[in-house]
């Protein structure tokens, strides 16, 4: 059967995720190198990832400002990790002006005497803030979030997952003991697991990151990680727990309630537009995107079946009467978002843009249904051939609760798949033979050797994703050194 | 009588201005060179005026994208005059990556081939796109909104109104003929007028630039020009006509629905955070700013009174209780904002805090308003010292019309304020005469040679603002060359 993504993700899973960007029209590469256009459908997506998120974080006390795009070079080396860790992937601003050569060409003129680093995150210069805003223990805790671009230079692009300049936002506080900062750290992290499972509906393996994979300055980074279709792991957002380290190198110091001077503890956590890669990873098929319907711009579609212009007025007059009464609906605390397809093209043709967008219902109506009474409701997420009649009063009275199920449904079918992928390893040759020849995450124990990540990186590009946190930690043995281990870690390829 | 910001509007509206960024705490400067720091504060304003905006352009059929914030050279370059206008004031990049030196120094490194420019404004990248995705008469009007950040190197920096990094929207559209898009320029400038004068309150006078003042590749500037306290004028928003000219740069082509190849014709708008330094200018007095409430971030705040810990509990719990009720009201189609101030801090010096941040409605709750069952209500446009008593239930009623008509008051203070500063002018004499003396706007034929507006720019710092649209256009002479005029056009000093 021939389906609307080709490759299909059996056949070359990387080319069908960028074919199905195309398809949706959710991105295109820009002739930046590296920088990527979001095109109206995929930045729709990110708004309404945008707007639920921000509620969140205002809900969990944090203010939203704005900070420069561009860091002196100076700020960047305060803290020597956090450069060594950038200073690979810089876009670096060197002149604030052209001028006309002899031959009318434009050259660089007013050379900086400083360069700037356009922000790859803003750690640096937010802190350099706090550090004016902060006085006593009666400022604390602060807590500020970001919304903002950022850029990292990436030389190996993918739409979403891995592009030079992204969309994100990063949160940053600052709190009076370590221990109200950990916490923070971890709260950001159930929340952003909360958010990706409930809305997205991705699940979940928090943890901590190792050594290598830690953020650079971070005492220690928790990420959340999830399993992709093909079998991959993708890190959808990081919390950083950073000690003191960048009220150190930013001298962020404030007077307790005894009059003491002390250091503040900081956190930072960001979630970006590699969001989207998420969720069209984790659900779509190989006709297209699948949406969970509390992330969906659009939840219904109405396609009028026009074939012979007789018929049109009345259809459209029907499919506007249907949409205004959808329209009083409420989903997720906002007005049901439904859409007419009113585009000059043959049905065929709308339904099958619509199947490749991921909208999670579609409704069908032409004279057939006109005449008989009812409306042709098809499903996104089982495939897009499983009609169902159903009456207007029907469909009204019960669409609210169709959405939720679709969206549990996706939930529940990410969580199988998951479960099916993931498994208990305890030999070395098992390991290998896992991740040559079959997909998913292996959980084997691990006794805390960097030099096991580096080897298993190089011979499989596999790599500890996630050391658990809230489950059981049972001791055993690694089956790489024979060394001692604390508890199981998870292993993947990833992103 | 002491107030809040030193010095005054009338000793020195400039640093009056700058005290009341600093004090209302809504925007710093950063210790990036031309950049600023928008604090929380100052960002819900932006927040309330993005999303109120982005309102009306979706439903002005807008859709919003994203594209790259790095332009190649080239791409400036394809529009003439555009990359003239702006080569004086770029970020230039050059470079991808820092190294370590031998004395351990860090050193730009990965010389790029090609220079890329901070996007300035996104016209020569978006008209890239939109020649790749423009193929027939099907695909017009394509309409795009982008929220973003632009840098244009500035020297001579204040806050919201001249900065190198600011926020703002750029809207961009392609059309079939050239009414629809001229048509397309001046709805997006009504589009702006109504936005500054319904939800800003600040009266708009709309028209046309003059060649001197026109966007860089622009056929004609519109723009919405609105009157200060200081009787300088600033320009709130723009709206291009382009013409042909970037679908001549960009090759955008269309086939008209005889087969035919035709050029799109194009247009472009923005607004930008310096509607915050209008809200500023326009609204606050010498206590700090004054919000109009349908911008406000807060419309109420509830002050608890409490000198005696005996009466904390009890006051805490009325403000409480009074908050939830009010929050049950709905203003502008949201919740109302009400905000208590339980700081650990004077009453008085929160009270202060509130007048300089410019909340519409003050409540104080203490034991007398407790015992005798009232609220003392202060409304920050009258001062700060005029205080109401009003019951609960009284206040409760009509806290939203009360609303309602601050917004009005403010609006019809700033327009009476423009009527007494707007001078119909006839002689050249005169011109000088109030331009040296006094402050506001003028009203003066003009004969349409820009090296009259050359020399009023030298001599008295004053240019052209706004050729009048929706006035009847009565000839007269020109009181600086004696020619034929065929309209009064306004002429102010400018921000």
Redesign the interface.
């Known amino acids: 059967m021939k389906r609307a993504i080709t490759p299909t993700r059996q056949e070359n899973f990387p080319e069908w995720y960028q074919q199905l960007v195309k398809a949706a029209e959710l991105a ?1 590469h ?3 190198r590296g ?6 459908w995929g ?2 997506l ?2 309404n990832i945008q707007s639920l998120l921000d509620k969140r974080l205002k809900a969990a006390g944090h ?11 100076k ?1 960047l ?1 305060k803290e020597a990790t956090h ?1 060594e860790g950038f ?14 050569g002899e031959g009318g060409q ?1 050259m ?1 003129d ?1 050379k900086l005497e400083e ?2 680093i ?1 922000r790859p995150t803003s750690e640096t ?1 937010i802190m ?2 706090f550090s004016k805003w902060i006085k006593s223990y ?1 400022d604390l805790p602060l807590r ?1 979030n970001q919304w ?2 950022v ?1 990292r ?1 990436e030389m190996r692009v993918r739409l979403f997952l891995r592009t030079a ?1 992204f ?1 994100w936002q990063e949160g940053h506080t600052a709190h009076a003991t370590k221990e109200e900062a950990l916490k923070e750290a971890l709260h950001m992290l159930n929340l952003y697991k909360d958010f990706a499972e409930n809305i997205l509906a991705i699940p979940i393996i928090e943890g901590e990151k190792t050594e290598n994979e830690r953020f650079p300055g971070a005492i220690s980074t928790y990420s959340i990680e999830a399993m992709m279709q093909d079998g991959k792991a993708l890190q959808m957002g990081t919390s950083h727990f950073l000690g003191q380290n960048f009220s150190k190198a930013s001298n962020i110091t404030f007077q307790d309630s005894a009059g003491k001077l002390d250091l503040a503890w900081t956190t930072s956590w960001g979630v970006s537009t590699r969001l989207i890669g998420g969720i069209i990873m984790a659900h779509s098929d190989d006709d297209g995107l699948i949406l969970p319907p509390r992330i969906a711009p659009v939840h219904i579609v109405i396609i009028p079946l026009v074939h012979h212009l007789t018929f049109k007025e009345g259809i459209y007059n029907y499919c506007h009467k249907l949409k205004e009464k959808l329209a009083t609906l409420s989903y997720m605390n906002c007005p049901l978002e439904v859409h007419i397809d009113e585009r ?1 093209m043959r049905s065929g043709e709308k339904i099958w843009s619509w199947i490749k967008k991921g909208v999670p219902i579609r409704v069908e109506v032409g004279p057939r249904e006109l005449e008989k009474g009812y409306l042709t409701v098809t499903k996104r997420h089982r495939g897009h051939k499983e009609r169902e009649k159903q009456s207007e009063e029907q469909f009204a009275c019960n669409v609210i609760d169709q959405l939720e199920e679709i969206q549990q449904k996706l939930f529940q079918k990410a969580k199988c798949f998951r479960m099916a992928h993931l498994r208990e390893i305890n030999t070395k040759e098992e390991f290998y033979q896992f991740f040559k020849k079959e997909r998913g995450f292996a959980s084997a124990h691990w006794s805390g050797d960097p030099s096991i990540e580096e080897t298993l990186q190089k011979e499989l590009n596999v790599s500890i994703r996630s050391i658990p946190m809230n489950r059981e930690r049972r001791g055993g043995t690694c089956p790489f050194s024979g060394g001692k281990s604390n508890c199981r870690v998870i292993f993947a390829k990833a992103y």
Chains 1, 2 share one sequence.
């Open positions: 295109e820009s002739p930046v920088c990527m256009v979001i095109k109206p930045y729709m990110w708004e203010q939203n400002a704005y900070f420069p795009l561009l860091i002196p070079l700020y080396e450069v200073a690979k992937e810089c876009g670096v601003v060197t002149h604030h002006r052209l001028k006309k434009l660089l007013g360069p700037l356009i210069i350099e803030m009666r500020i903002a671009n850029f230079w300049e969309l000059d």
